[in-house]
C-alpha cells in the first residue's frame, strides 16, 4: 500500500499532470488535446502521460491514429483513504486538546487524572 501511495502522491506533485487529471474529468480525451494547453513538446508531455499511467491514474489505448486517454478514477482510493486516517488522527489529538483548553479556562486541572493516583 505504501508504494502505491507513494506513486500516487509523486504523480500528483507536479501541476501539469494535475491539470491533464481535471482535463480529463470530462471524459477520455486524445494526447493532443490534452496537450494542447500546455507550454512543452509532445515527447515531455508524453513522459507526465507515462507518469500518470505509472501510477496507475490514466489508461491509455489506441484508436485509430490516436492515442486516448481515460482518468481511472478508482485509483484515487488509496489517496482517499490515507487522508480519511489522518483527518480521523488529527481530529482525536484536536479533540483532546480542546478538552484542556476548556479545562484551563475552567480553571481545574487541566490534566485528566490517571487512573490510581
Do not use: C, Y
Not at 481515460?70 to 482517499?80: C, G, I, Q
Request: charged letters at 25%; glycine letters at 6%; proline letters at 9%.
Amino acid at each position: 500500500m505504501t508504494n502505491q501511495l507513494d506513486k500516487l502522491f509523486a504523480a500528483l506533485t507536479d501541476p501539469t499532470r494535475r491539470a491533464v487529471i481535471g482535463q480529463l474529468s470530462d471524459g477520455p480525451q486524445p494526447v493532443t488535446a490534452l496537450a494542447a494547453p500546455h507550454d512543452m513538446a509532445l515527447p515531455s508531455f508524453l513522459r507526465h502521460i507515462e507518469v500518470l499511467e505509472a501510477a496507475g491514474l490514466v489508461a491509455t489505448r489506441k484508436q485509430g491514429r490516436q492515442r486516448l486517454v481515460a482518468l481511472r478514477p478508482r485509483a484515487l482510493d488509496p489517496v482517499d483513504a490515507w487522508v480519511d486516517s489522518q483527518r480521523a488522527l488529527w481530529e482525536g489529538h484536536l479533540a483532546r486538546l480542546e478538552a484542556v483548553a476548556r479545562r484551563l479556562e475552567l480553571g481545574t486541572n487541566p490534566l485528566p487524572k490517571k487512573p490510581g493516583s
